[in-house]
């Protein structure tokens, strides 16, 4: 059984007189530890990224959560606050990259900023701050605690019928940590809802009639993964899309 190469999304970001494409270790040991994957981090490059040579090398594509914010003339929305972290390159980067690889059936899994990337591929739009919509819960962590605490179970979601996610785990509404301001506001065209916060909020989607794995959550099943048997199976699930295509090859 072959190994399946992971290409995991990278930030753009300069680290003292350089720059970097960087992600986080997390990330990496997710791909390790539960799918036993070998990961390779995908570079920022824009339009100079060849989605030929890169769909010739990887088995599945990881999109990872970032401490920056898709930009919203992405999605037609209005100019975002003063301080607010974005990340261009990685914005023109990974949105084509998301919608040549659904194409290519390369297995897709995307997480938080990945998540809202995904979206924003689509056509769909974000709440830039989801604490200030009327009726939604304050869905940020709480910054005085530790990294253990932050993490920690916040909500559950409500799992869609017959969904890729409810096949996957005996449990209706699962519980999930919670460590974002941003969330979706009209959902992509082609996005079908897999979970929802109790607020209303989707915080999980699928490609609808996807030949692979092609799904987005807004939590982080990378934090503890192997402890977490929810978080662990939607790994492996992904893992499992990533091994078909690694034999294929």
């Known amino acids: 059984m072959a190994t399946p190469i992971?290409?995991?999304?990278?930030?753009?970001?300069?680290?003292?007189?350089?720059?970097?494409?960087?992600?986080?270790?997390?990330?990496?040991?997710?791909?390790?530890?539960?799918i036993d994957g070998f990961p390779i981090l995908i570079p920022a490059l824009a339009d100079k990224l060849d989605h030929e040579k890169l769909f010739s090398t990887i088995d599945g594509i990881l999109l990872t959560g970032s401490y920056s914010n898709v930009e919203p003339h992405r999605y037609n929305g209005p100019a975002s606050k003063p301080d607010t972290k974005h990340d261009p390159r990685r914005d023109a980067t990974f949105l084509p990259l998301i919608?040549?690889?659904?194409?290519?059936?390369?297995?897709?899994?995307?997480?938080?900023?990945?998540?809202?990337?995904?979206n924003v591929a689509f056509e769909g739009s974000l709440h830039q701050e989801v604490h200030k919509v009327a009726e939604k819960l304050?869905?940020?962590?709480?910054?005085?605690?530790?990294?253990?605490g932050q993490y920690d179970f916040s909500h559950s979601v409500t799992l869609t019928e017959n969904g890729v996610l409810s096949q996957l785990t005996d449990e209706k509404a699962p519980m999930v940590n919670s460590v974002h301001w941003q969330g979706i506001d009209k959902l992509g065209q082609g996005l079908q809802p897999e979970a929802v916060a109790p607020d209303g909020l989707i915080e999980a989607f699928s490609v609808k009639n996807a030949k692979t794995f092609a799904l987005g959550v807004?939590?982080?099943?990378?934090?503890?993964?192997?402890?977490?048997?929810?978080?662990?199976?939607?790994?492996?699930?992904?893992?499992?899309?990533?091994t078909e295509r690694a034999n294929s090859r």
């Open 6 to 34: 992971i290409g995991i999304s990278t930030c753009y970001a300069q680290q003292g007189m350089f720059n970097y494409h960087q992600t986080g270790e997390k990330y990496i040991a997710a791909i390790i530890n539960a």
């Open 99 to 118: 919608l040549a690889a659904v194409e290519a059936e390369i297995p897709l899994f995307a997480i938080c900023r990945g998540f809202q990337e995904m």
């Open 138 to 148: 304050d869905h940020r962590e709480d910054e005085s605690q530790d990294v253990d």
């Open 218 to 242: 807004q939590w982080h099943p990378e934090w503890k993964v192997m402890e977490i048997p929810f978080y662990k199976v939607i790994f492996e699930t992904f893992g499992k899309a990533c």
